[in-house]
């Protein structure tokens, strides 16, 4: 059965707390026609528009950068709305009573595919975009919700609709900075980071004083590009068209290059809008209020006991910048995520709550550099900046508001090297262990990408064949885990992350890999600095040094390696304990795209291992062939399922999900046997 409501509102009753004021609900329809899921039953999804309102005046909206400057209505309040998406049992009382919610990525929902391992979720109509049902069949319920204001207006994408900062009737108008890295040789690149919508277009296309600079290195001089030499353009039908939001060369920009432009904007989004409507939202799915509802949206407040935020990369960091903040505390003082499964973001928070803001640029060690990512403080807890006389903590604000959630950080060793990620648990000169808070856990898996290739892996701009570990299987058990620790007060595993005391984690230059034939090693790696936006950005959120003034290093260190490369500290998952690879988090860019002494950003890499000893000889390579390692492919793979049953038995694995590793560690032995 599939009912539609287009264009109706649903109106709440008024309330004490101006947060969610109405509901368009476009679309509500059984999932999969009505087919039940474990004790849940059958599931209905929701999507449509969500309205909010916030009084500028209550301290827990006066985080909100720019809030005295937002447009008010009648009543004081500043308006805004999202796009929001539901899944949830039909009936509610039958399913686990918590919400996980996906902070979206770049508009997009991707959570079906970490946890169901679906292979797609762009309709979510087809069994195969709801994978193997973990997620329905454990009763959860699931929620998007649009928070970033740039995001391309595309079916499917989820976006926040906010208005800008002004200062009565004049726009305010401050500095934006563009980067740019080409791969190959373009002759136009857009002011927005990657496919996002152009968030800021420059004022004057003519500006004679604009700078376009290109640089070598991340830290390295700046040359200033002619001005005669380019122009505000794009490129259509191999000719320049006048744009507010592009760069155009017509000699070209040379691949492998830094290229950045700073220019004067105007109309700022007020971004923490963003993260004050994933609070309110949430809010409104936990607690409800004294509302009246209606027709199509009945239920939907008050529908869940427990939150659980969920985010990967950008949204990982959005996390960590939301609890920063101090957003888990709604306008009412009640907690709004119980837990936090923040994914991937190393130590990095994000572009989520100043002025200008571009929430999709990130950082890492050859892309988007410079930007307010990896910025102190990166510890939970206080760790003394004593170089700019500060102690700070990203929870401090959480603690102080007693709204802390239970938090598990996961990594993949990767974000060692593209986000600083050991400094979430090292003092800031690397130099020693910090303990975490007491409600934090944090796992890293070793030998790990960004987010795992697809298999099998096929090179394209990188040096190496790119990562296919796949730690989706653990991030299952570690969600399931969490939920218990909120439901039932049961302890989660251990966390698992690389230690200085323990000698498993070191400066990149004492990393001891393997000399193995043909494989380059990093150099560099992405570096932290203190960076200085201008004195009001620390506290306003207003930058007005473009690019920030770049003061002393923090020091990111790395995981040790074993005499194959792999690494020895993290959960090491049976395709690293059995190896027939070696794995890592890094890999170098390919000449052919320039630069390739640099890091290939969010990219690890395979290194297979020879088959025979005569071929590892012939080839020089000092790691033990497959052949001498393993008595064939039944005695590899009841190996891997020993480990594979191990790591259950400790809770960093399903059980049920053992024979399914085992599986997949059987084709990577078919794929290397064929490649042989």
């Given at each position: 059965m599939v009912f539609r409501v287009f264009g109706l509102c649903l109106l709440l009753g008024q309330v004490a707390l101006a947060e969610v004021v109405r509901l368009e609900v476009h679309d509500r329809a059984e999932v999969l026609q009505g087919r039940s899921f474990g004790a849940a039953g059958t599931y209905e999804k929701i999507h449509g528009r969500v309205f909010f309102e916030v009084?500028?005046?209550?301290?827990?909206?006066?985080?909100?950068?720019?809030?005295?400057?937002?447009?008010?209505?009648?009543?004081?309040?500043?308006?805004?709305?999202?796009?929001?998406?539901?899944?949830?049992?039909?009936?509610?009382?039958?399913?686990?009573?918590?919400?996980?919610?996906?902070?979206?990525?770049?508009?997009?929902?991707?959570?079906?595919?970490?946890?169901?391992?679906a292979t797609s979720s762009r309709e979510l109509t087809t069994p195969a975009e709801f994978g193997d049902a973990l997620l329905l069949d454990h009763g959860f319920s699931l929620a998007w919700l649009g928070w970033q204001f740039d995001v391309p207006r595309v079916s499917n994408r989820l976006r926040l609709y906010a208005p800008v900062a002004r200062k009565g009737s004049k726009p305010i108008r401050g500095l934006v900075r563009a980067e740019f890295v080409p791969e190959t040789r373009v002759r136009s690149f857009p002011l927005s980071d990657r496919n996002m919508e152009p968030a800021y277009p420059a004022i004057d296309l003519g500006d004679p004083d604009l700078k376009l600079t290109v640089r070598d290195l991340t830290d390295g001089p700046r040359q200033i590009v002619p001005r005669s030499r380019w122009r505000l353009a794009r490129e259509e039908n191999g000719k320049p068209v006048a744009s507010s939001g592009?760069?155009?060369?017509?000699?070209?920009?040379?691949?492998?290059?830094?290229?950045?432009?700073?220019?004067?904007?105007?109309?700022?989004?007020?971004?923490g809008l963003g993260p004050a409507a994933t609070r309110d939202f949430i809010a409104f799915l936990k607690y409800g209020g004294s509302v009246r509802e209606e027709g199509s949206a009945r239920g939907l407040g008050s529908s869940v006991r427990r939150a659980i935020g969920f985010g990967t990369s950008q949204s990982g960091r959005f996390l960590r910048t939301f609890l920063y903040y101090g957003f888990n505390q709604d306008e009412g003082r009640r907690r709004v995520f119980d837990g936090v499964l923040s994914h991937v973001a190393g130590a990095s928070r994000g572009s989520f709550n100043h002025r200008f803001a571009q929430p999709s640029r990130d950082a890492h060690s050859f892309m988007n550099t410079f930007y307010p990512t990896v910025i102190y403080p990166f510890a939970d807890l206080p760790l003394p900046d004593r170089e700019r006389g500060l102690n700070e903590g990203v929870l401090d604000r959480s603690r102080r508001q007693e709204s802390t959630p239970k938090i598990f950080y996961t990594n993949a060793s990767y974000e060692y090297y593209g986000r600083a990620a050991s400094l979430i648990h090292t003092s800031l000169d690397g130099a020693r262990d910090v303990p975490l808070a007491a409600d934090t856990r944090v796992y890293v898996f070793a030998g790990t990408q960004h987010g795992p290739a697809a298999f099998p892996p096929r090179r394209r701009s990188t040096a190496n064949l790119p990562n296919p570990n796949d730690f989706r299987w653990p991030m299952r058990a570690l969600l399931l885990a969490l939920q218990d620790w909120l439901a039932e007060d049961r302890q989660p595993p251990p966390s698992r992350y690389p230690r200085i005391s323990k000698g498993e984690l070191v400066p990149l230059e004492r990393m001891n890999f393997p000399r193995?034939?043909?494989?380059?090693?990093?150099?560099?790696?992405?570096?932290?600095?203190?960076?200085?936006?201008?004195?009001?950005?620390?506290?306003?959120?207003?930058?007005?040094?473009?690019?920030?003034?770049?003061?002393?290093?923090?020091?990111?260190?790395?995981?040790?390696?074993?005499?194959?490369?792999?690494?020895?500290?993290?959960?090491?998952?049976?395709?690293?304990?059995?190896?027939?690879?070696?794995?890592?988090?890094?890999?170098?860019?390919?000449?052919?795209?320039?630069?390739?002494?640099?890091?290939?950003?969010?990219?690890?890499?395979?290194?297979?291992?020879?088959?025979?000893?005569?071929?590892?000889?012939?080839?020089?390579?000092?790691?033990?062939?497959?052949?001498?390692?393993?008595?064939?492919?039944?005695a590899y793979l009841e190996r891997i399922r020993t480990e594979a049953a191990r790591l259950a038995r400790q809770g960093y694995l399903i059980g049920s999900d053992v024979p399914r590793v085992t599986r997949q560690a059987a084709e990577l032995w078919d794929y290397l046997s064929s490649r042989r």
């Open positions: 009084d500028p005046s209550l301290e827990q909206n006066r985080i909100i950068c720019d809030i005295d400057l937002a447009p008010r209505n009648r009543q004081g309040k500043v308006e805004f709305f999202s796009d929001f998406y539901l899944i949830r049992p039909t009936r509610p009382g039958r399913g686990n009573g918590t919400v996980l919610y996906e902070v979206c990525n770049r508009g997009r929902k991707g959570m079906l595919g970490m946890f169901n391992r592009h760069v155009f060369m017509a000699s070209g920009f040379e691949p492998g290059r830094i290229y950045e432009l700073v220019y004067a904007a105007e109309n700022p989004t007020l971004v193995i034939p043909g494989v380059r090693l990093p150099a560099r790696m992405m570096q932290p600095y203190r960076l200085d936006y201008g004195p009001d950005f620390r506290t306003r959120g207003i930058v007005t040094l473009q690019p920030p003034r770049v003061g002393g290093a923090f020091k990111p260190l790395v995981l040790q390696v074993d005499r194959d490369g792999n690494e020895l500290a993290g959960i090491r998952l049976p395709v690293i304990r059995v190896p027939l690879a070696t794995y890592t988090g890094w890999n170098l860019r390919h000449p052919d795209i320039g630069s390739p002494a640099e890091l290939y950003s969010m990219v690890g890499s395979f290194i297979p291992l020879a088959g025979t000893r005569r071929e590892r000889l012939q080839a020089g390579d000092p790691r033990l062939s497959i052949a001498e390692r393993h008595a064939g492919r039944e």
